[in-house]
Each structure stands twice: as structure tokens, then as C-alpha cells.
């Protein structure tokens, strides 16, 4: 370690992939964005215990589609 540099702990290890390109990510940003997905997923119905692995998929749909937001999926 470099002298005056300060130690964090890694609770995570993050990837992010666009269009099957990763993406560097530092320290911060992988411990931000497993705490916000883990957050998130808490909140859901149906999760009895905190999950040991997180995959989320978004696409981006050729044109918007009305739903109604009441109903699932």
C-alpha cells in the first residue's frame, strides 16, 4: 500500500457490462452500486433472506409501451 493512502473494506465485487463492453469501476462506485441494488431488493415481497448474488438485465425497448402500473409484469 502507498504511504498515506487510507484503507477501505470491499463488501462486494461489481461489474457493470454495456452492450458486452465492461466497464471499469472503482472501489466506490462497486460498493454504491451493490448497496443501492441489495437496498432495493429488500424492499421486494417474496425475499425471505439478503441474496448472495444480484443479476439485473435492462434493455431498452425499440418504442415505449403503455402498461398499467398497478399489475405485474
Known amino acids: 500500500m502507498v504511504e498515506g493512502h487510507r484503507t477501505v473494506k470491499k463488501n462486494f465485487e461489481t461489474e457493470m457490462w ?3 463492453q465492461k466497464l471499469p469501476l472503482n472501489h466506490f ?3 454504491t452500486v451493490a ?3 441489495l437496498g432495493f431488493s429488500k424492499t421486494l415481497k ?3 433472506t439478503a441474496p448472495e ?3 439485473v438485465k435492462i434493455k431498452k425497448l425499440a418504442k415505449p409501451v ?3 402500473a398497478h399489475k405485474y409484469p
Do not use: R, Y
Open 53 to 55: 448474488k444480484i443479476e
Open 35 to 37: 448497496n443501492v441494488m
Open 29 to 31: 462506485v462497486q460498493e
Open 66 to 68: 403503455e402498461v398499467d
Open 18 to 20: 454495456i452492450d458486452g
Open 46 to 48: 417474496g425475499l425471505d
